[in-house]
Structures are given as structure tokens and as C-alpha cells.
């Protein structure tokens, strides 16, 4: 959204969808499936990538902003980006601070006994060869997951998720290891490669305390389409 005191620089609509805006940074809605930045996959498909498209989102500014944090490929919604770098410089601070508030909605297959708790498992790298792939390991890094069951259908359960650490792929392998991996996940659960639903995990929330004397700026994404069936299957309304 663009703040009312502040003038649009383009009648054109930017090619994803612009969550917030103001002076220092931007949120938008990353749709599942586009990579944050052009890596080795991307460069032997010549497939598009977030980077591609952060020049229609200058509105004025002398370059493009950057992104503050990472999403997954296949994780949609709310992305940070920082407009100049002084910007760039206090949201990656508040990143490393762990001081910005992240919930994700995700879909899992079973789910917990309990409505709430904690996941707290450290997590390493599952081998030099894997890339990014993770697994739990007593030796890894220290990582923490909370959770709060939103609903439940048969066999499925809606998840809010809060990562109280950023390990790559937490949420995924926490989920996974606690015996009710995501639904439409092909590296950690039971999905098949290219088929299914896709991966059900959505950054719903964000929450930045950029401005030391303003309440904390809190953007939500709605949730993506390819989510919305097993959504309604627990319990979410479109007003929800």
C-alpha cells in the first residue's frame, strides 16, 4: 500500500504485489516458485528470478532496492525489501538482532497433539553434496520453531509458525522431524517431485520495528491460491 502523503511515481502496476511502502523500505508478495536470486538452477533454465524484477520498484530512487532476508523458492508472501543502503544496512541489523517478527501459515500432513509449543532441535547441513538440505543433528546450530494450531481437517492441520531462529529450511525440517511434514513438500515430506499441490508454506506476517519511536510496521500477505483448498478444509474463511 502507499502511504496517502506520498506520491506515486508510476501509474503502471509493479509486477508483483506491493504489500507496503514508505521512505525506507518495501514489502511485497513473493508468489511461490520464483527464486529469490539467480543460482546454479536458474541459470542452466534461464528461469525468472525475484532480481529480475526489482527495477519496477525504484519509484523514483537512483537504484533498486534490495531484498533484506531470503524466502524460498516454493515459499510465497511477505519479502522485505530495503530502498537505499542505509536502509538496507538497519533492516539487515534488525534481521541479525532477530528483532523483526515472522509468522508463516503452513499446512501439515497429521499435526500436533498439542495446540501450542515449541520445536526446539538444532539443525546442520545433511551433506556437502545436498546443498541446502538440513537435518536434525545434536552437533548443529541451535534452532527453535514456535507453533500455534489455527485448525484441523482430515489429515491436514493449519499451522500459524513462528521461527525464533533463521536456519536454512527450519520450519520445513522441524515440522518434518516432528512427524507432520508439510503437505506438498518433495525434499522433507511425502510429495512427489513436480506433482501435487505444491509446497504449503506461506509468510503471512511481518513485523518491523524500523522506527525507534513508531509501533513496529505490521504487513500481512493473503494467502497464495495453490494454499486455499486445504485452507478451507481447515477452517479459513477469506475474512480470516
Known amino acids: 500500500m502507499t502511504e496517502p502523503d506520498q506520491p506515486a511515481f508510476s501509474r503502471e502496476e509493479p509486477p508483483l504485489p506491493l504489500l507496503y511502502r514508505d521512505a525506507m523500505m518495501l514489502v ?10 539467480r543460482g546454479p538452477q536458474a541459470k542452466r533454465q534461464v528461469i525468472p528470478v525475484l532480481t529480475d524484477h526489482l527495477d519496477a520498484f525504484r519509484f523514483g530512487l537512483p ?4 531484498a533484506a532476508h531470503r524466502l524460498d523458492k516454493d515459499t510465497s508472501g511477505c519479502l522485505v ?9 538497519e533492516l539487515n541489523q534488525l534481521f541479525r538482532d532477530g528483532r ?24 546442520a547441513r545433511r551433506s556437502p553434496e545436498r546443498g541446502w ?3 536434525v543433528d545434536p552437533d548443529g546450530l541451535p534452532s527453535q ?10 489429515g491436514l492441520a493449519w499451522l500459524a509458525l513462528e521461527p525464533l531462529t533463521g536456519r536454512t529450511h527450519q520450519l520445513r525440517v522441524h515440522c518434518a522431524a516432528s512427524g ?37 510496521i505490521r504487513v500481512e500477505a493473503p494467502p497464495p491460491p495453490h494454499m ?13
Open 133 to 135: 538440505w538440513m537435518k
Open 180 to 216: 507432520w511434514p508439510m503437505f506438498g513438500d518433495e525434499i522433507y515430506g511425502s510429495a512427489a517431485r513436480d506433482e501435487g499441490p505444491g509446497l504449503q508454506l506461506h509468510a503471512r506476517s511481518i513485523a518491523v520495528p524500523l522506527y525507534s519511536k513508531r509501533e513496529p
Open 145 to 154: 520453531t514456535r507453533y500455534r494450531v489455527l485448525g484441523r481437517a482430515s
Open 100 to 123: 523483526i517478527g515472522k509468522t508463516y501459515w503452513a499446512i501439515v500432513e497429521g499435526g500436533p497433539d498439542d495446540e501450542t509449543g515449541l520445536i526446539d532441535l538444532p539443525l
Open 63 to 66: 537504484r533498486r532496492p534490495e
Open 228 to 240: 486455499q483448498e486445504a485452507l478451507r478444509r481447515c477452517g479459513w474463511r477469506e475474512a480470516f
Open 28 to 37: 511485497i508478495d513473493k508468489p511461490a516458485g520464483l527464486p529469490s536470486h
Open 81 to 89: 525489501l530495503g530502498r537505499h543502503p542505509r536502509a538496507m544496512a
